[in-house]
């Protein structure tokens, strides 16, 4: 691959003049890929050797840290005409991790209509479609026809994000219809825009969450999706690579709180952020499993006068929290990507229940197999009480799994809250509480 040579040659900086070859050369997301894995020291460098159409392009693609450290390190000038030449969406995000100082300094060097641009985005809540919006869109009056478009498009749109969407909007400015750049390209030039126009306009409104957002756009297929304010006021688009990004992002914010890893912890970061974003977790759960620890200490002499229950407990631990694990991720699963809302409830715990049933007679009917074959012959009867509390532990996992996520959901919480290791505590405790209890119990009876 040819960024793997380039990332060869940069190791002795020496021929600038082919490096320099080689980057203008590339695509603008493998330079960017690229200049992010050097040394720091080198970044700044690398950068310099691009031509100006390309350092454009090149920064949009480059992480927020890398930029901010470019800008640190680039001319006041140079730095201007790269955020200048920003979609205004990006230009947002790039704000949102530089310095106040910074912030208000570049916002002061932009140009009017860049800077009115970035204030209304920055203007919307985190997470918002307000926030994620471009302002850059293609935008017609209901009154003009096909010909009339087609020249207001050349002479003010070229340097719009997309124009295969058209957004027809009234005289208040707000979003009526929708037309394609085919609808418009195969109509007759006097045909007035209303005519040929769709009135089913899927919208957004500013305070609609990003993940509904990508929802929808995921759902009918869209590349470009209106952005409205309370008004119905036409106020931007959002495009498809935006809902790409969140996508990735909802994705590895999930995998990461199942996992228990907070924040982004990437696989090339360094390890003293690695130890930041994952010791507060560890340290979280060990004080979780000081809980369930906590419930098995008044049965020390239980265990004590039954050794097999040493050997049995573990099994209780890592099985009947995979189970549950397993039914909690399925169960984000579908309410990520909108496979099943809270309505389902029933439904999906009903199916889980059907499937765990025969789960956990198959799992009992092994535990207790396996504790008749590790206990003392006067100890066997463990073995039975083992199996009743897998198969019980079983149907509780698959309960909690999907309970605890829905439940969340309807309190507009993040059902990915519920991390496998909390999920997998709690049925610890469960589970090693109700089988202790049963064998003294049984202990007493005995006696």
Do not use: C
Not at 234 to 248: A, K, R, S, W
Not at 380 to 400: E, K, S
């Amino acid at each position: 691959m040819l960024i793997q040579d380039i990332r060869n040659s940069i190791v002795d900086i020496a021929d600038l003049n082919q490096l320099k070859f080689d980057l203008n050369r590339l695509q603008p997301v493998d330079v960017g890929e690229y200049i992010s894995q050097l040394p720091e020291k080198q970044r700044a460098i690398a950068f310099r050797l691009l031509n100006k159409s390309q350092a454009i392009d090149v920064f949009e693609y480059l992480p927020p840290e890398v930029q901010e450290e470019l800008i640190n390190s680039l001319h006041d000038v140079q730095v201007v005409q790269l955020v200048e030449a920003m979609s205004p969406d990006d230009r947002a995000e790039l704000f949102d991790e530089l310095p106040a100082k910074v912030v208000k300094r570049l916002l002061q060097e932009l140009s009017t209509e860049q800077r009115q641009a970035t204030a209304t985005i920055l203007g919307y809540a985190e997470a918002t479609a307000g926030r994620l919006m471009t302002t850059e869109y293609v935008w017609l009056r209901e009154g003009l026809t096909v010909g009339e478009a087609l020249s207001k498009i050349r002479r003010q749109d070229e340097d719009k994000e997309t124009i295969y969407y058209a957004y027809v909007t009234d005289d208040n400015r707000k979003l009526v219809r929708v037309v394609s750049l085919r609808q418009l390209l195969f109509t007759f030039p006097d045909v007035l825009i209303k005519e040929i126009a769709s009135d089913r306009v899927l919208k957004v409104h500013t305070e609609t969450p990003q993940e509904d957002v990508a929802q929808i756009m995921k759902r009918y297929d869209l590349i470009a999706l209106p952005v409205v304010d309370r008004e119905e006021r036409l106020v931007g688009i959002i495009t498809i690579d935006d809902v790409v990004d969140i996508l990735e992002e909802e994705a590895t914010e999930d995998i990461q709180k199942l996992a228990g890893v907070s924040g982004d912890d990437g696989a090339l970061a360094h390890p003293l952020v690695t130890i930041r974003k994952r010791l507060p977790w560890l340290l979280a759960i060990m004080g979780l499993y000081i809980g369930a620890s906590s419930a098995i200490a008044p049965f020390q002499g239980v265990i004590s006068s039954v050794p097999v229950l040493a050997v049995i407990m573990p099994l209780f631990s890592n099985t009947g929290g995979t189970v549950g694990v397993q039914a909690l991720t399925v169960t984000i699963r579908g309410l990520g990507i909108g496979e099943i809302t809270t309505k389902d409830t029933l439904k999906i715990l009903r199916k889980e229940l059907t499937a765990g049933l025969a789960t956990a007679v198959t799992l009992g009917i092994t535990m207790v197999m396996l504790s008749m074959i590790w206990a003392q012959p006067q100890e066997r009867w463990v073995g039975f009480v083992a199996g009743i509390v897998m198969a019980t532990n079983t149907l509780v996992a698959v309960t909690l799994g999907t309970f605890l996520p829905m439940g969340l959901k309807r309190l507009k919480l993040d059902p990915a809250l519920i991390s496998g290791p909390l999920m997998t505590t709690l049925l610890d405790a469960i589970g090693f509480v109700t089988f202790l209890s049963m064998i003294s119990v049984a202990l007493h009876f005995f006696k």
